[in-house]
């Protein structure tokens, strides 16, 4: 069981940057994917990033890239998953949530095994 941990949601005006951060409770991500998905009201959950931590490999969306950036980062034998997200527009406001994948990364939720609570955010125009 993997307890994925989200945080650094909130609201913002368009062009303005939010950081979010996502942690697996109590251990590494060893042998993980870990992606991030999005859902606005009334829509399909969707893919905005993936990375394979322990070879940095990612993958964006389109509608992100150039955009957000996806990292990781190991201290103290714990990953943080990091979505930087830059040039938010309006059309970015959602819930996103990280989750992680026993393949070494995928685009496609059904690939994913454990998902967090998701973070809420909001782009003011």
């Known amino acids: 069981q993997v307890q994925m941990v989200e945080s650094g949601g909130g609201l913002v005006q368009a062009g303005g940057s939010l950081r979010l951060s996502c942690a697996a409770s109590?251990?590494?991500?060893?042998?993980?994917?870990v992606g991030w998905f999005r859902q606005a009201p009334g829509k399909e959950r969707e893919f905005v990033a993936t990375?394979?931590?322990?070879?940095?490999?990612?993958?964006?969306a389109d509608s992100v890239k150039g955009r957000f950036s996806i990292s990781s980062d190991n201290a103290k034998n714990t990953d943080t998953v990091y979505l930087q997200m830059t040039g938010l527009k309006p059309e970015d406001t959602a819930v996103y949530y990280c989750?992680?994948?026993?393949?070494?990364?995928?685009?496609?939720?059904?690939?994913?095994?454990?998902w967090g609570q998701g973070t809420q955010v909001t782009v003011s125009s």
């Open positions: 990375i394979y931590p322990r070879s940095s490999i990612t993958y964006y």
């Open positions: 989750a992680a994948t026993r393949s070494a990364w995928s685009t496609h939720s059904y690939d994913y095994n454990y």
């Open positions: 109590g251990r590494t991500f060893s042998g993980f994917g």
